[in-house]
């Protein structure tokens, strides 16, 4: 009971749809991952529903991260002591290129569905 006095959403909305809307409205709500209810909220709220992104997206963008904060540690070290370590650099520019190219490939990949 208590939960129900601290709901803040608490009117109901029971609408009809087509087959056709019905169709079009399930494939957007999926490819946006979000809830029916959050769907249209956003959708009342003058937001766009966009895709959600590929499943590895975030394991990728904390990759990305971890590269770009190691060339940065690699960056101060050159401008500190002037000394390059230009094969460290590198791996980690290849890692970065390597990352990127895995997230065009995925995102390309979705196009094609």
Known sequence: ????EKRTRNNRIHFRLSDEEYERFMAMKEKSGLSTSEFFRQ????CQINEAPPVDYWDMV???????????????????FGIPD???????ADAVFA???????AV????KR
């Not at 009971?1 to 129900?4: F, G, L, Q, W």
């Not at 959708?43 to 003058?46: C, E, K, M, Q, S």
């Not at 904390?62 to 500190?80: D, S, V």
Request: hydrophobic letters at 35%.
């Open 1 to 4: 009971m208590m939960s129900e």
């Open 43 to 46: 959708l009342l709220n003058g």
């Open 62 to 80: 904390k990759q990305i991260r971890h590269y770009g904060y190691t060339m940065n540690q690699i960056a101060k070290r050159i401008n500190l």
């Open 86 to 92: 230009v094969e460290a650099y590198q791996r980690n």
């Open 99 to 105: 990352i990127l190219e895995t997230i065009e490939t």
């Open 108 to 111: 390309l990949s979705r196009g």
